[in-house]
């Protein structure tokens, strides 16, 4: 027998990473508290902080259910510690560098709920220090030569033209709202890539069940970008690297990993190796071959995602 009340006022389980942000984790949950929704729990996963918030959450969020990995899983991993412990019906997965506006999640629940082929929704987001100005009102189609797609709305003063809700091709890992059976059925978020390109591989993986993403504008969470890691660092050079290849990988029918591959030969290694050394930044150049690297090495040798087979020279 169905719990009526259960489903009348569903659970929504709130999960944020914490990475050596405990200031930044503590302003989030102060906009958590100011929701209208109230049938939330809160879960702040620490991924292998160097000093962990257990003391700062313990005495002053007492609501929140705090978990710690004893290591950096990465955006995936440590979200799916998230999520493997949630109790609620519904999930919303959202950076800890976010503050939520008050009826933030009441919004995504009540497009969630107004349609069953509704695999994911996500917030419109704008950027915490220029409040009127958007960072994503939804993604383009991936180029299936290039694997670069657009970001909707980025860096447009938000003057009501993404007012609409919209379907979406990937959701923005910086808040994504999905339920517990969408989860059941498509699985955790894959955790072969460790940071950049997951949620386009989590979005990817809803639509081909037979789901489509939604972008749900009258929910708006702003967001203090790049808090993690730099802009411009040669970490990101490695992950966007080998994760764009990854996604492919995965992805991409078998023709259009060959035209891919044949791009990144002939376009995409000889630009960026030309730009990056006429701009002196070698550790970047050395970040790129790595990610390259990761792709080729022999299968005695790749521990690292093992989930994915390297490609066997």
Not at 62 to 78: A, I, W
Not at 180 to 202: A, N
């Amino acid at each position: 027998m169905k719990n009526t009340t259960r489903m009348e006022r569903p659970v929504v389980s709130i999960i944020t990473v914490n990475f050596n942000q405990a200031a930044v984790t503590a302003d989030f949950l102060d906009s958590v508290r100011r929701q209208f929704y109230p049938h939330c729990e809160v879960i702040v996963v620490d991924n292998g902080s160097s000093e962990p918030p257990a003391r700062l959450i313990q005495e002053n969020y007492p609501e929140v259910r705090y978990l710690e990995t004893g290591r950096n899983l990465g955006f995936s991993g440590g979200n799916n510690v998230g999520l493997r412990a949630a109790r609620g019906d519904y999930f919303l997965l959202v950076n800890n560098d976010t503050e939520l506006t008050p009826d933030m999640i009441h919004t995504l629940l009540r497009h969630f709920q107004s349609d069953p082929g509704i695999g994911m929704v996500c917030p419109l987001i704008r950027y915490f220090e220029r409040p009127d100005l958007i960072q994503y009102a939804g993604y383009t189609r991936m180029n299936p030569m290039t694997a670069r797609n657009r970001t909707l709305g980025q860096f447009e003063v938000d003057r009501g033209q993404y007012a609409q809700p919209s379907s979406t091709w990937f959701a923005h890992g910086a808040a994504m709202f999905t339920s517990r059976e969408v989860v059941e059925k498509v699985g955790f978020m894959p955790e072969e890539y460790f940071l950049y390109y997951e949620e386009l591989d989590w979005s990817a993986s809803i639509r081909e069940a037979g789901y489509r993403i939604d972008l749900e504008p009258r929910a708006v969470v702003f967001h203090k970008e790049s808090l993690s890691v730099g802009k411009l660092s040669a970490l990101k050079t490695y992950y966007m690297t080998r994760n764009r290849i990854l996604f492919m990988r995965r992805h991409a029918t078998w023709w259009s990993l060959l035209i891919f591959l044949a791009y990144f030969a002939g376009v995409v290694i000889p630009v960026h190796t030309t730009r990056l050394l006429a701009r002196g930044q070698r550790d970047h150049l050395k970040a790129f071959y790595r990610a390259l690297a990761w792709h080729i090495r022999p299968m005695s040798t790749a521990t690292e995602h093992s989930g994915v087979p390297r490609l066997v020279l």
